[in-house]
T-cell receptor, first 113, second 112 residues
């Protein structure tokens, strides 16, 4: 069964450092989402792509976060510089265009020291 | 915030019992979905119910939707230890480009 791939699974970094997360969606899924999930909370959408275009990045802290999906397939989420409050699980999900069901990857757990 | 709110926050039951989880939301929706998350993992879609539907079933899952009360419930029958997880309701509100909005989740523990 096709799955969303994410790497790394865990990342420990010091504040002010740069970190990057990678996501490979299910083949054929044109829509890709990045979520942040703080411990004890539900996922919150950071950015949504349709192919290589950003559809919604209204909740993305653009002073330090950036996301790209250059060829409309895999995607990278970057944080520079990382802050203590960025410690969270970063989840990637994908769906078909107009699809209601989102398929999530295993997530990257980030700890900022 | 447009989050749905789940109730209770935590639920502990014995294997074989039924588990009922509730979700309330604030404004008109296109659909409501339930997802499961095992500890430290990604979310798995369980079931979707549209605004014009009142009840849906999938295996041991039964979800109801009452749009007049802006609430939904998820029933897991004959629970198993493997059902231990966090459960989230997610709503897609009406309106163009509406995103999926998740609640804070319910922690379900099923004791063997």
């Amino acid at each position: 069964e096709a799955e969303v791939a994410q790497s790394p699974r865990y990342k420990i970094t010091e504040k002010s450092q740069a970190v990057a997360f990678w996501c490979d969606p299910i083949s054929g899924h044109a829509t890709l989402y990045w979520y942040r999930q703080i411990l004890g909370q539900g996922p919150e959408l950071l950015v949504q792509f349709q192919d290589e275009s950003v559809v919604d990045d209204s909740q993305l802290p653009k002073d330090r976060f950036s996301a790209e999906r250059l060829k409309g397939v895999d995607s990278t989420l970057k944080i520079q510089p990382a802050e203590l409050g960025d410690s969270a699980m970063y989840l990637c999900a994908s769906s078909l265009v107009g699809g209601e069901t989102q398929y999530f990857g295993p997530g990257t757990r980030l700890l900022v020291l | 915030s447009q989050q749905g709110e789940e109730d209770p926050q935590a639920l502990s039951i014995q294997e074989g019992e039924n588990a009922t989880m509730n979700c309330s939301y604030k404004t008109s929706i296109n659909n409501l979905q339930w997802y499961r998350q095992n500890s430290g993992r990604g979310l798995v879609h369980l079931i979707l119910i549209r605004s014009n539907e009142r009840e849906k079933h999938s295996g041991r899952l039964r979800v109801t939707l009452d749009t007049s009360k802006k609430s939904s419930s998820l029933l897991i029958t004959a629970s198993r230890a493997a059902d231990t997880a966090s459960y989230f309701c997610a709503t897609r509100y009406t309106g163009a480009n509406s995103k999926l909005t998740f609640g804070k989740g319910i922690t379900l523990s099923v004791r063997p």
